[in-house]
């Protein structure tokens, strides 16, 4: 699962991800790249039932339960429970609504009227109404918010209500990514109006949406119960539980006792240790494409890694196709930029750089760095080439893929020292921004407006351009991108975005992993599709006798 993701509004249509997120454009995957094993799906004559709870593990625990805060995937997989967006996607990646009924676009695109839904009910008996939407956008431009979110809502020349079910937002030029980033998740303003900081709130959530919030124990596990109220019909499965297990060989045994019911598995598990007669009796696994990818983060305000020939020269030193071998015995693909091959927006005319040692040992000494140690290491200026790579505690695919770059790197003459982090120490240096390198994952939305991640603009505290890339021209390229709105044009500039952000490497660009979740054999009513299998959470149902919790 990467470790940041989109907003929440859209997990239930989207990932996850785990995530996960995070994911997901035209064109598409075919349904014969959505591969499910194990048992068969329930038959269309049973009828489903109430009750049962579902346990998942997560090798990450949620930082914030406040929507428009939560950036990491651990968080946003349960905030997207709890609260809704006025869109989301649906099964075949369609925008539909979701606390909108419907709404209008002006014929020039610069103005959107959302009708909502009447009835809907916070999960304490309070109404929801466009108020609560006025809200959350004032919280979003709000300077003192610090959100990653805010730069969709800055776009927004006017938000007027018309009444309480109806409000027009009006934008000051064109803007493409305008109506997806209404996914955004609403909060309740009668309960927020007088907190600041959203303390309480965090760890005590109330939202519309299908499941309750119950508790949080720290370190250990989120509980969530399914909310009789939901405008969209009770969810079938009554407790929703996310197990905190910060390794990912302890989930896997928890699994094997069957005190999980749902997990991603490693390629190792996946290809192997599920391959016998319990797991093909007691589970159901599937293998997708994942709409993110795994890269190594550079500190560009580190003045080594300020100079592109090094980024190059690293690039080369990599292995991938053994990083994709070795690590994910071949579940994956070669990752060439910002954009994955299932989106519209990727360029498949970018080839990823071979393997090649050789070029990696002449691009260093362009920069000075010819002459080693006895250790074997490059030194310039009495100075050791060294630095550290971070990454998150409990992902064993990570932990791997750093060992095997570790090795690579020394090759050429370069140390590699790794530290692996808890979540959330991990996620707290990385936005003070105190580390050299960083191996994480990015899971995308479906539109490819990354504006956020690359865009000079988003570099501050809680932002996501971590790195602190900086191009005018890829700037200019993402401003005009969510300028225009036939995906033919647009397409176009993304794949411009795509080539320089490669030609740039402020990331070293690794993998596209696929994903692999497996589940317990008792769950029915799952819809594998182009959009995953979790889009339908809320109609995933265990027969009477199966259940295992009451």
Known sequence: M???????????????ILIFIFIFTFPFPSTSTFTFLYAQQNQKDEIACYGDTIVAGSIGEPITLVPILAADSASQNIVGLIFNGLVKYDKDINLIGDLAERWKISDDGLEITFYLRKGVKWQDGASFTARDVLFTYEKLIDPQTKTPYSGDFKKVKDFKLIDDYTIKITYEEPFAPALVSWGMLIMPAHLLKNEEDFRKFSRRPVGTGPYKFVQWETGGRVVLEANPEYWEGRPYIDRYISSVIPDQSTLFLELRNR??????????????????????????????????????????????FKTKEIREAINYAIDKEEIIKGVLLGLGKLCTGPFVPNSWAYNSDVEAVSYNPQKARELLAEVGWEKKNKQGFLVKNGKQFEFTLLTNQGNEQRRKCAEIIQQRLKQVGI????????????????????????????GLSRDPDCYDIFHSSKTGPKEFNFVSYKNEQVDELLEKGRKIFPVEKRKA????????????????????????????VRFQGIEPSINGISHNFIKWWVAEERQRYK
Not at 294 to 304: A, D, K, S, V
Not at 494 to 518: C, E, G
């Open 415 to 442: 140390k590699v020292n790794i530290k692996i982090l808890e979540w959330g120490c991990f996620l707290d240096i990385i936005d003070k921004r105190q580390f050299e390198a960083v191996l994480l994952g990015w």
């Open 493 to 520: 500039i993304y794949q411009k975005i795509h080539r320089l952000i490669h030609n740039d490497q402020p990331y070293t660009f690794l993998y596209v992993p696929d994903a692999l979740p497996i589940i317990d």
């Open 259 to 304: 005190s999980l019911d749902y997990i991603g598995l490693t390629p190792l598990q996946y290809q192997r240790q599920t391959e016998t007669k319990f797991f093909k009796q007691n589970f159901r696994k599937y293998k997708y494409p994942s709409f993110g990818y795994t890269y190594i983060g550079w500190n560009l305000r580190n003045p080594r």
């Open 2 to 16: 990467s470790i940041f993701s989109p907003p929440k509004s859209l997990f239930r249509g989207i990932f996850l």
